[in-house]
């Protein structure tokens, strides 16, 4: 479901009311306001003081509400009109809010996560054709970014960005190279992963100056298992040992978090630029856990 479509649909239908109703309803019920009251002063006028209503103001005051009124398909369109155009205005160009479904982003992200996602850092870009209307900053290595999954536009997937355009990314024995260069890494104390019900190897990954934790599962395979067809696999070798890639232009090579238990760059391919939808920075709700809530790396 293209929530952003019926979003913009709803704002197209309650606009066009909410128009209607300035320029056209409006007036009319106004005018009819003012005849209402004006033919009530008459008919005060006419009967005399002795017989006119004494709470004629309260009269006049109901008379003038009942007329400018708006009827039920005024007040459930127009009405909301503003409120829908927030929301889509927010939603499109600051910030949009998404849940964490699956546990590849562990031990950054868990799932159950409710994220926001930053949506003009990287540049605006119109909603649903996804036009970037501005530039914004590149991306940087160990962003965490949320895009629509090449395979399936429709689906978003998040996951860190690993490569840059022309990056050589090596992912061997469960180790990250990039463009020659080995990525440091400090092992932490092992970590319990809930989804697994088992204990995974935890790493603290330093990338660019940014430091992060990653997971591994000492005995799953280095081998990469069921990588699909995709454009530009001839950039990627695989090998016994992993994969070795050269990220095309205008495209970046992504990867969870929690490297054993994650479908990403290695296995689909490299995310173009048009498919990037934002940069995800906070967790502004846990049910299962408060404590998640804040920025995160």
Known sequence: ?????????????TGIA????KLVFQPRRQRAADAAVAEFDRQQARVGERFADENAPQTRARLREEKLRQPWWLEYTASFFPVILVVFVVRSFIVEPFKIPSGSM????????????????????????????????????GDVVVFRYPKDESVDYIKRVIGLPGDVIAYENKKL???????PEVQ??????????GYAKEFEETLDGRKHAILNIPTVPSI???AQSYPYQDNCTYN???????VPAG??????????????????????????VGRAFFVWMNFSNLKRIGLFH
């Open 224 to 226: 990469v298992i069921g």
């Open 251 to 276: 495209h970046y090579f992504m990867m969870g978090d929690n490297r054993d238990n994650s479908e990403d760059s290695r296995y689909w391919g490299f995310v173009p630029d048009r498919n990037i």
């Open 18 to 21: 909410w128009i209607a109703d």
């Open 1 to 13: 479901m293209n929530f952003a479509l019926i979003l913009f649909v709803l704002v197209v239908l």
């Open 106 to 141: 562990v031990p950054t992200l868990l799932v159950g996560d409710f994220i926001l996602v930053n949506k003009y850092d990287y540049g605006l870009r119109l909603p649903i054709v996804n036009t970037k209307i501005t530039q914004g900053r590149p991306l940087e290595r």
């Open 177 to 183: 190279t990039i463009n020659g260069k080995p990525v």
């Open 240 to 246: 016994s040992e992993g994969v070795v890639c050269k």
């Open 188 to 197: 932490l104390p092992d970590y319990f992963d809930e989804e697994r019900v």
